[in-house]
């Protein structure tokens, strides 16, 4: 079975995403990020998810994680729980 794994950041509004990518771009890694900005419990592991399969996440965040190139940062991407900045760590 097919597993990956991620961290994230979830924040309210686009706007807060957007500021989080300049963040990021500049050098500040997204781990160091999510502790003091996502809204998600797993901010205070760093925004790691663990290890997942498929169909496990909402289906916009499931689209990024089974497409998006492992390493790089993805988002806003807008689900029921606000706006992720996601980055696939591994995916078999």
Not at 12 to 29: A, D, R, S, V
Not at 34 to 58: I, K, N
Request: hydrophobic share 35%; net charge negative.
């Amino acid at each position: 079975m097919a597993q990956a794994s991620a961290q994230h950041i979830l924040v309210y509004t686009e706007e807060m995403c957007n500021q989080l990518i300049e963040k990021i771009k500049t050098g500040t890694p997204l781990q160091v990020l999510a502790p003091e900005y996502s809204q998600c419990a797993s901010g205070t592991r760093g925004g790691d998810l663990g290890t997942f399969g498929p169909g496990q996440m909402v289906p916009e965040f499931d689209k990024v994680i089974w497409s998006a190139p492992i390493n790089e940062v993805q988002g806003p991407v807008k689900t029921d729980f606000g706006y992720h900045l996601i980055v696939v760590t591994n995916r078999t």
